[in-house]
């Protein structure tokens, strides 16, 4: 009973839903952005590299869960600071034109990726904490399920449609 009525599992599936969003949106749907502006297959294959830091967020975990931000606690301050990042690499990334320079876009994907997997990082720890001992099973589903409906509005179907709709830069 106590599992249905925690505002914790609400918080835990919009943190699922912000942990997956930004993992398509650098990956799938760039790859689509890409080739709608007509970019040859051996450039969009190369920004496979942007989601590098989804494979390496290991090494810096340590330090996100060592350092503590001067507000909001250790959990709390570094999402607020992460989620801040995010954002504002997403718009940067909305702002680039793929037909006239990949620097940029490059630079953008890496970094969106960088604080998307460091989310991930403090996310994780979060949920462990905030969660009692028989919620944790409760807790990593709905974390999953936020995490699929992320994945979904940040390519398998929404993205795509919208850039039917508006531009690939409204659509990010």
Known sequence: KKLFTSGRLLVILLLGISSGLPYLLVGGTLKLWLKNKGLDIAVIGFFAFVRLPYTFKFMWAPFLDR????????????????????????????????????????????????????????????????????ELGMGSATAVLGYRLGLILGGASLAPFLSDLMSWNHVY
């Open 67 to 134: 350092w503590v931000p001067p507000f909001l606690g250790r959990r709390r301050g570094w999402l607020v600071l992460i989620q801040g990042a995010l954002v504002l690499s997403l718009v940067g990334l909305s702002q680039t034109q793929p037909e006239l320079s990949l620097w940029p876009v490059a630079l953008f994907a890496l970094l969106t990726s960088f604080f998307s997997a460091s989310q991930d990082i403090v996310i994780d720890a979060y949920r462990r904490e905030v969660l009692e001992e028989e």
